[in-house]
């Protein structure tokens, strides 16, 4: 069967997070997307659960793009045996070329920069700079404070309510192709416009 997308992004936590949920989240996204045919791309790190989701990826035969910049590359221990490594000057280079590699984003649990990644590629898209899918993975209910948080933002006229929009929420992998084959990149998408 066709993916619904050849590339994508996910963004997650540098750490493994406080229940076992989280990882096994990892490991089934990363080997869904393998078994799938579909490329991972993401921050090259090999611990937390982005390691695990690369892991997966790999051992389910699929391609995976770490892309980190040189001064993290010790501190987050690169991972090795990727299909691809891309070493970049600094963050925003980095961010920047996770996105322009990728037909879509899924976020799962993790810390701040993964609240730092998310809210990029949220931003890009309500400035439409791009307009590729943003699926939350809710798992365990995990970003239910954070939709709380722009649902308030909304609510005190901060955020325009289609803003609400910019994203999905899904709350199991299995979930994850299907709603990304519903909602599938713009088809005149094809050079976003940040490149
Ligand atoms: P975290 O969610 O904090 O565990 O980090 C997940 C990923 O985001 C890791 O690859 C980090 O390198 C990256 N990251 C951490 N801090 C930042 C930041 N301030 N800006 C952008 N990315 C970050």
Redesign the pocket.
């Known amino acids: 069967m066709q993916p619904p997308v050849s590339s994508l992004c996910v ?5 493994m997070g406080a229940r076992p949920i989280y990882r096994e989240a990892a490991v089934a996204l990363g080997r869904t997307l393998g078994e799938a045919g579909i490329t991972l791309i993401y ?3 090999s611990i ?1 659960l ?1 390691g695990a989701t690369a892991q997966a990826c790999l051992g389910a035969g699929g391609r995976v793009t770490g892309i ?1 910049p040189t001064f ?1 590359d010790e501190l ?1 221990v690169g991972m090795t045996g990727l299909t691809e490594l891309i070493r970049t000057e600094n ?1 925003h280079q ?2 920047q070329r996770m996105a322009e590699l990728s037909d879509g984003f899924v976020v799962l649990p ?8 998310t809210f ?1 590629i949220l931003t890009w898209r309500q400035l439409q700079l791009h307009q590729k899918p943003i699926l939350l993975l809710n798992i365990a209910g995990y970003w239910d404070h954070f939709v709380h948080l722009l649902e308030h933002q909304a609510a005190e006229g901060f955020v325009k309510p289609q803003h609400l929009e910019l994203f999905q929420i899904v709350d199991a992998v299995d979930d994850v192709l299907p709603a990304l084959a519903a909602n599938p990149p713009a088809s005149d998408d094809v050079r976003s416009k940040w490149t």
């Open positions: 963004y997650c936590g540098s750490s921050g090259g790190g937390g982005m980190i993290l987050e963050m980095r961010k993790g810390g701040l920069g993964t609240l730092d990644e990029e």
